[in-house]
């Protein structure tokens, strides 16, 4: 072989290598865009941003030379330009280390820019082009590092006869290994998640464009409901700050048009529900707070919101429950199972809902899109079911939920407790003239007081807000005149059953944390 056409395969090699360091940058980028935050996949970022900053005319022209394909003949062009420039990249890291991975870097950071500047990017969304360029760069520093020594060896005198245990061949080997396993890796990797990242995505502007029927009724929120004061949880928490607990590690994208509920186990009939039959049996507005058991005393894990939904008990009377039967067994589509006492379903002084509104738009995808469970007063793992797609009729004695086995009550309802929001610990304020605020709930039963104490003083009844209902949270505050060091804040309530919110400290598992809080404060 010629030195000239060496050189010149060479070149090609190391291109070669930059479009599989390139696509295990997009593949593992895709990958970690599905977990973390979908907006973040780089290929759909830059396309969007290359849409957002095309001039008027010039997609116009694109419109009317590519007609319904413009987007198509958009992610073609993009998709060239990343070939050849990775293809560069790697002739780059070939010939002038480390230049090829700088070109990752830089490719990286213009992908961030393109996706944290697009509208509800979450916090976290520039993760995956970062993991993606690392995994890139690792790639591409292997393979081109294998290629210089192959050339090396090359050029140096032959001095071993066997001609495949000479550096150079095994390099040459080592090199298509690594060509090979990250190219079709990243292939079949990349294809899978951005088809399910398309996907979720389709689903997000199915939901988007949902439209249900007006509800019958409204929650009326009363005069002095809520407290204007910092640092104070508001009275609904807004769904993009509400918190999220389960087992899914990629949200599952359901559409409504496709979505069945069906009603069975140990019931007269076994009914199958529409999307359509489901919100046709009229909608009504809840106000309802929801609670994880893994929330810590004191914790952020609940929120509350205005639900849209039909009582689950008219959902299981289309079925009629058989006697005997004393648990449902709701399930989701991604497998996961709540039991719930069929008693707190049926119950009619008990707002158990299937919502699918969570305030004011359809269900989130990530809060259980098309349709979930609600039920006051239990934890959100024996009741508030999200993806739903099944409710069984059963008995706790034949089945068990997902979290059984685990370490967690079969039936668990939410013990009554209350939270200081503001001072939060090492937040030092200032002396004088301090609010002291929180919330504190009990479901289906309702907040008779709160009582805050500060240091060995006396308990002192702090003011509530107004309570929309027994399900929902109340807020309260007491004004406190702060002297100078260190004091310690504690919170108790008192539910309207009379009982007063239980001292003794227990962990989340196997029911549910209790205890007072206890706060430090600090005073300058
Ligand atoms: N499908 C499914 N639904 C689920 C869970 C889950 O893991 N999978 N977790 C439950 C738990 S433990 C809680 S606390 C609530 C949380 O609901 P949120 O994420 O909408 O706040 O959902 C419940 N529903
Ligand atoms: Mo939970």
Redesign the pocket.
């Known amino acids: 072989m010629s030195d000239r056409r060496r050189a010149a395969g060479l070149l090609a090699l190391s291109a070669l290598a930059g479009i599989v360091g390139a696509g295990v940058f997009l593949a593992v980028a895709e990958v970690a865009a599905l977990v973390v935050a979908r907006e973040s996949s780089p290929i759909l970022a830059v396309g969007s941003f290359v849409i957002d900053i095309v001039p008027q005319p010039l997609k116009e022209l694109a419109i009317s030379t590519f007609g319904e394909y413009d987007k198509i003949a958009l992610l073609l062009g993009l998709a060239l330009a990343v070939v050849v420039a990775s293809a560069v990249a790697g002739v780059l890291q070939y010939l002038r280390p480390p230049l090829g991975v700088i070109a990752f870097g830089v490719a990286a950071a213009l992908s961030i820019a393109a996706i944290v500047t697009r509208q509800g990017a979450s916090e976290l969304a520039w993760l995956p082009p970062l993991l993606g360029a690392v995994a890139g760069s690792a790639v591409l520093v292997l393979a081109v590092g294998r290629l210089r020594r192959w050339a090396a060896a090359a050029q140096a005198p032959e001095t071993l006869t066997d001609s495949s245990s000479r550096p150079e061949s095994i390099d040459r080997r080592r090199f298509f290994q690594i060509i090979g396993v990250a190219g079709a890796g990243a292939l079949i990797v990349g294809i899978a998640a951005r088809a399910t990242n398309v996907a979720v995505s389709s689903i997000a502007a199915v939901r988007k464009a949902l439209r249900l029927p007006e509800p019958r009724s409204t929650v009326t929120v009363p005069e002095g409901a809520e407290f204007d004061i910092p640092g104070l949880s508001p009275l609904y928490t807004p769904n993009a700050d ?7 590690l990629t949200v ?1 994208a359901i559409d409504p048009s496709a979505w069945r509920l069906t009603i069975d186990g140990m019931v007269g009939e076994r009914v199958e529900l529409s999307f359509d039959d489901l919100v046709g049996m009229g909608l009504d507005e809840y106000s309802i707070t ?6 810590e005393v004191g914790g952020d ?3 509350t919101a205005k639900w849209l939904g039909v009582p689950v008990r008219d959902v299981l009377a289309l079925a009629g429950p058989q006697a005997g039967a004393d648990m449902v067994l709701s ?8 039991s719930t006492p069929l008693e707190a379903l049926t119950d009619a002084g008990r707002d158990a809902i299937l919502a699918v509104a ?1 305030n004011g738009e359809p ?2 995808l ?3 899109f098309p349709v ?2 609600v039920v006051p007063g239990l ?10 797609t099944e409710l069984k009729v059963t008995t706790f004695a034949a089945d068990e939920a ?2 059984t086995p685990r370490g967690y009550s079969a039936q668990a309802p939410i013990k009554f407790s209350s939270r200081l929001d503001t001072p939060r610990t090492g937040e030092p304020v200032a002396a004088g003239a301090v609010v002291l605020a929180g919330v504190a709930w009990a479901q289906t039963v309702g907040i008779e007081r709160v009582e805050v104490k500060v240091d060995d003083g006396d308990w002192q009844r702090a003011t509530l807000s107004s309570a929309v209902n027994d399900d929902t949270w109340v807020q309260w505050f007491l004004e406190w005149d702060a002297a100078e060091g260190s004091h310690d804040i504690t919170v108790r309530a008192v539910d309207r059953a009379g009982e007063l919110q239980v001292e003794e400290r227990a962990p989340i598992a196997p029911d549910g944390s209790s205890g007072w809080q206890r706060t430090l404060v600090r005073v300058t």
């Open positions: 509400f918190y999220r607990v389960d087992t899914a599952p929801l609670t994880c058991v893994s929330n894990l609940l929120g399930r989701s589509i991604d497998g996961f199972t709540a969570m269900l989130p990530e809060h259980g979930r469970m934890y959100g793992y024996v009741s508030a079911t999200k993806w739903l997902y979290w």
